[in-house]
């Protein structure tokens, strides 16, 4: 039994969760009042998650039951890397608090001090399945999302992403596997471990890196600029990647020349701007050889062809092609703002008065993520998980 050094003498005990794509046996550390489920959710580069049931006190002190993601971090301080967007994800969840976004709900560690932090728990609310599960599911059942519903899944997006804004923030993985869709139709962004404050020129930021977001659905500029040459503009292209595939079931770019090629087919050439600005001599020749010789394609046609939401009518095809040429521009000065996007006629009809959500007390988060040693990170880590202090929770309508 370890204790729980952040709540008390709340005791914790090793139980096996099976790791859904490897059947590997994962060892969590449960904390007492939880239930782990046998099989976890999820997993990625830099975790796991499983889900369990436990309790938290709501805004008037009684003890509710609610469902929790747990993610434990892989070999948590074996890379400043990784201890860097731990920190970040950390910070961002316990300042950020919007309907659209994840919540988080404890913070704990079996470590007793610094130098055994190995293993760090992050638990959050369990909102529902993920965007890329209805997908599938979609694909194996030929159970369509109705058309009414697409566009209240971008706007949920789109809101979360103005919060974000608001707070300072960069998102950087947007994808159908880091939003989630509760019971009551409300898509939620859940998934905060690339996200990052924006950099201002006083700051004590680390540099951008390239090395974010799902290839499918990164911004050109992320994955052919030199590193840190992207800003919000970039999660903005997400978004029309995410709504072309809600369209069509299919990912809208697979790699590097897919994503060339059906861009100069879709939107027309690649500007030369563009091109002058790639990192890859490879790529500014690729580029420029497709400028020449890639036939493009109308897009109101390919979409049409490749469109499998039935109940579609005309006029929102129209609206959403145009939306989706607003977002998915090579040029990202050109593309659309998180603010006009919420007002444009694919998310406010016409008949509908677009009314945008008080983000005026909105606190930017301001944290320090200069480079450290591992010794450095596992003191700010742990420090981190000692001082964290729990908000009430509100269930979500």
Excluded at 46 to 66: E, F, K, M, T
Excluded at 112 to 134: A, F, M, N, R, W
Excluded at 365 to 391: G, H, K, M, P
Aim: one cysteine or more; charged letters at 20%; aromatic letters at 10%.
């Amino acid at each position: 039994m370890a204790v729980l050094i952040n709540q008390g003498n709340r005791p914790l005990r090793t139980v096996a969760v099976r790791a859904r794509n490897t059947n590997e046996m994962i060892e969590f550390h449960q904390p007492e009042g939880y239930d782990f489920c046998s099989i976890s959710i999820g997993s990625g580069t830099y975790g796991i998650v499983a889900r369990a049931n436990g309790s938290h006190l709501d805004q008037s002190g009684n003890r509710i039951s609610i469902e929790l993601a747990v993610k434990k971090f892989r070999a948590t301080t074996d890379a400043t890397r990784f201890a860097t967007l731990i920190y970040r994800e950390l910070k961002l969840l316990q300042h950020l608090d919007h309907p659209n976004i994840s919540r988080i709900v404890d913070l704990y560690t079996p470590a007793q001090c610094p130098d055994q932090l190995d293993q760090i728990y992050l638990v959050t609310e369990y909102v529902g399945s993920t965007l890329d599960k209805h997908l599938i599911d979609q694909n194996e059942t030929n159970h369509r999302l109705p058309a009414t519903i697409i566009p209240n899944i971008i706007r949920d997006t789109l809101r979360a992403l103005q919060y974000l804004e608001a707070a300072n923030v960069l998102h950087r993985d947007l994808s159908p596997s880091n939003l989630a869709i509760n019971n009551s139709g409300k898509t939620v962004l859940i998934d905060f471990g690339l996200a990052r404050t924006a950099k201002t020129e006083s700051d004590q930021l680390s540099p951008y890196t390239a090395n974010v977001c799902t290839f499918s659905y990164a911004a050109p500029e992320i994955n052919f600029w030199h590193e840190g040459q992207y800003d919000r503009e970039a999660d903005i292209w997400s978004v029309g990647c995410i709504l072309a595939e809600l369209v069509t079931w299919e990912t809208l770019f697979k790699d590097a020349r897919s994503k060339i090629i059906q861009s100069i087919e879709l939107f027309g050439p690649i500007p030369p701007e563009f091109i002058q600005k790639a990192r890859e001599e490879s790529h500014k020749k690729y580029m420029r050889d497709k400028n020449g010789t890639t036939a493009g394609v109308n897009m109101t046609e390919y979409f049409a062809r490749s469109c499998k939401v039935p109940d579609l009518t005309v006029m929102q095809f129209i609206v959403v092609i145009d939306f989706l040429e607003e977002c998915l521009k090579f040029n990202p000065d050109s593309r659309i703002t998180i603010n006009n996007a919420l007002r444009h006629p694919f998310l406010t009809p016409p008949h509908q008065i677009y009314v945008p959500e008080d983000h005026s007390q909105v606190q930017p988060l301001v944290y320090n993520d200069s480079a450290r040693s591992i010794e450095q990170w596992e003191e700010t880590l742990f420090d981190e998980i000692q001082n964290f202090s729990a908000r009430s929770y509100t269930p979500r309508p």
